[in-house]
């Protein structure tokens, strides 16, 4: 049986400090329903709360009460799968960078319309070398040198930043000891002065 608990005497902020700490899952699913959503993102925030509870907070109309249950340790993957769907930015970025989003959702992400989502993927060392392949191809040049810099690039994903039109990316790319000689040969074609110039001065470039 659900025994309620009076929180009408209890400020708002004084309810949040409550969210944010209490154990007591009664307070927790009583102050997921609050119409302040600073309270509902305390709960999502609280390391205490229930799966089931940040589950249908995960549905949440208020962006930063979705961005604090993808934040969550407690967060299932499952949720954090779905997240995935999200167009928020804020939301994609915390996914990006959490430890504990499940590698079927990079994909997914590494289609965000937010270039910074992008990028946060193609940092992430967790990151397989078949995403970094189609984030290869992105059109802003921060993600792309992100992609660069992944320990997890291969020969495939250099190939194809080494044909993208970002001078910075293909410089990089030229400069790399771990760029094949074959690469680098088709590199030494480009029409960039500075990538034939890196290209030059890689030591694995033919004679």
Do not use: W
């Given at each position: 049986m659900?025994?309620?608990?009076?929180?009408?005497?209890?400020?708002?902020?004084g309810q949040i400090e409550i969210a944010k700490t209490t154990s007591n899952i009664e307070a927790l699913k009583q102050l997921s329903e609050s119409q302040d959503y600073k309270i509902r993102v305390a709960v999502a925030s609280n390391k205490h709360t229930p799966k089931k509870?940040?589950?249908?907070?995960?549905?949440?109309?208020?962006?930063?009460?979705?961005?604090?249950?993808?934040?969550?340790?407690?967060?299932s993957k499952t949720v954090l799968m779905a997240l995935s769907k999200s167009y928020s930015s804020s939301v994609g970025i915390v996914l990006a960078n959490n430890p504990r989003t499940p590698i079927?959702?990079?994909p997914r992400l590494s289609k965000?319309?937010?270039?910074?989502?992008?990028?946060?993927?193609?940092?992430?060392?967790?990151t397989p070398a078949s995403v970094l392949?189609?984030?290869?191809?992105?059109?802003?040049?921060?993600?792309?040198l992100a992609v660069a810099n992944n320990p997890n690039a291969n020969e495939a994903v250099f190939e194809k930043l080494a044909?993208?039109?970002?001078?910075?990316?293909k410089c990089l790319i030229?400069?790399?000891?771990?760029?094949?000689?074959?690469?680098?040969?088709?590199?030494?074609?480009?029409?960039s002065r500075a990538v034939k110039t890196s290209v030059a001065e890689n030591p694995n470039t033919p004679a």
């Amino acid at each position: 049986m659900r025994i309620a608990i009076d929180f009408s005497e209890i400020s708002n902020l004084g309810q949040i400090e409550i969210a944010k700490t209490t154990s007591n899952i009664e307070a927790l699913k009583q102050l997921s329903e609050s119409q302040d959503y600073k309270i509902r993102v305390a709960v999502a925030s609280n390391k205490h709360t229930p799966k089931k509870i940040l589950a249908q907070l995960a549905q949440d109309v208020d962006t930063a009460v979705v961005t604090a249950v993808a934040e969550n340790p407690n967060t299932s993957k499952t949720v954090l799968m779905a997240l995935s769907k999200s167009y928020s930015s804020s939301v994609g970025i915390v996914l990006a960078n959490n430890p504990r989003t499940p590698i079927d959702a990079f994909p997914r992400l590494s289609k965000h319309p937010d270039p910074e989502v992008r990028e946060a993927i193609a940092k992430n060392p967790r990151t397989p070398a078949s995403v970094l392949s189609k984030l290869a191809n992105d059109g802003v040049e921060r993600v792309a040198l992100a992609v660069a810099n992944n320990p997890n690039a291969n020969e495939a994903v250099f190939e194809k930043l080494a044909f993208c039109k970002h001078t910075k990316v293909k410089c990089l790319i030229a400069e790399n000891p771990n760029t094949s000689a074959e690469i680098l040969t088709k590199m030494a074609k480009d029409q960039s002065r500075a990538v034939k110039t890196s290209v030059a001065e890689n030591p694995n470039t033919p004679a």
